[in-house]
């Protein structure tokens, strides 16, 4: 693959979305690479399949670390990386291969995303003891606001983001992923990061939160001004 031919691909499939994430080039050059290789018999919705199939690993190696050894934590790498691969690329692949079904595939994709939360909270839940199961339900309502705020972001302004600042859906990840294997290596510690995980998605809730007020409260003013006084 030449470099013209990525940067026709990367035009392709980042126009519908504003990015800010840290790891925003470096993610979309690869899903570029990766969507020109998707085999033409695999379709979007199979994409999206393999995706939740990954929540489903992450969701398994918890309870299977809980019941036997906690290394099993590591299969929920493979997991998220199942998750990012299909999640990211079902609507790329829409657009690439110009077939795009975008109410279609926005209402699938928060369905699957709000799953996948559900899948890893009840995860966590299971591994997690005592008081600490609470951890879980945290992060599926913290994760859950995230969500909303993005969809009334969207009502409001018309433009469609699912990130936070420099933190996206990859970040979040990665960020889990390393919480796994901080776990396996010390036993404990996955309290003390979902303790913080939580504190953070918090802070960025209430700040996303004001900044969408804010938003909303423009827009009010924008569109009294514009109406002809009776």
């Not at 990386?81 to 928060?110: E, P």
Request: with cysteine; net charge positive.
């Amino acid at each position: 693959m030449n470099h013209t031919e990525n940067e026709s691909a990367l035009s392709k499939i980042s126009k519908d979305r504003e990015r800010t994430n840290i790891l925003k080039k470096h993610e979309q050059n690869l899903l570029a690479y990766l969507v020109q290789r998707i085999p033409l018999w695999m379709n979007s919705d199979m994409l999206t399949a393999i995706g939740l199939a990954g929540s489903f690993v992450t969701a398994a190696s918890f309870i299977l670390a809980s019941y036997f050894h906690r290394s099993l934590l590591l299969f929920g790498i493979l997991g998220f990386a199942l998750n990012w691969f299909g999640d990211s690329l079902d609507g790329r692949l829409a657009y690439f291969r110009n077939k795009l079904r975008k109410w279609y595939g926005f209402s699938l994709d928060f369905t699957v995303d709000w799953l996948t939360n559900i899948l890893i909270g009840l995860g966590y839940i299971v591994y997690a003891n005592g008081k600490w199961e609470l951890l879980g339900f945290g992060f599926v309502v913290l994760y859950g606001w995230a969500m909303i705020t993005a969809l009334l972001r969207y009502k409001i302004t018309d433009k469609y983001t699912i990130d936070s600042g420099i933190l996206g859906p990859t970040e979040v990840r990665i960020i889990i992923s390393l919480i796994l294997v901080f776990e396996v290596i010390r036993q404990g510690s996955i309290i003390y990061s979902g303790i913080l995980a939580c504190v953070v998605l918090f802070t960025i809730n209430i700040i996303d939160s004001i900044k969408l007020l804010q938003i909303a409260d423009k827009r009010d003013k924008e569109e009294k001004e514009s109406k002809p006084s009776a």
